[in-house]
């Protein structure tokens, strides 16, 4: 079985990734997605072993800080 939930989470992310980059800043909406990224990679064990709807749940969270990452560099590189 193939985990597409952090890429429909990522897909679904980055409009809003892309528009808070634009407002706020794209070093903080980075840096934002890299700590929220890591900690769902850190959790992915745990979630495994709680079951899979748990990992599905940790895949998808991996999944938000990946969506904000490419709009955030976008915006970082057109300043």
Same mark, same amino acid.
């Given at each position: 079985?193939?985990?597409?939930?952090?890429?429909?989470?990522?897909?679904?992310?980055?409009?809003?990734?892309?528009?808070?980059?634009?407002?706020?800043?794209?070093?903080?909406? &980075?840096?934002?997605?890299?700590?929220?990224?890591?900690?769902?990679? *850190?959790?992915? !064990?745990?979630?495994? @072993? /709680?079951?899979?709807?748990?990992? &599905?749940?940790?895949?998808?969270?991996?999944?938000?800080?990946?969506? *904000?990452?490419? !709009?955030?560099?976008? @915006? /970082?590189?057109?300043?």
């Amino acid at each position: 079985m193939r985990l597409r939930h952090p890429s429909a989470a990522a897909t679904h992310t980055q409009v809003g990734g892309g528009l808070l980059a634009d407002k706020i800043g794209g070093k903080k909406v &980075l840096g934002f997605g890299v700590v929220w990224w890591s900690i769902a990679t *850190v959790f992915t !064990p745990i979630a495994a @072993s /709680m079951g899979m709807p748990m990992l &599905l749940f940790s895949r998808a969270m991996m999944g938000v800080g990946e969506g *904000v990452a490419m !709009p955030a560099m976008n @915006s /970082m590189l057109s300043r």
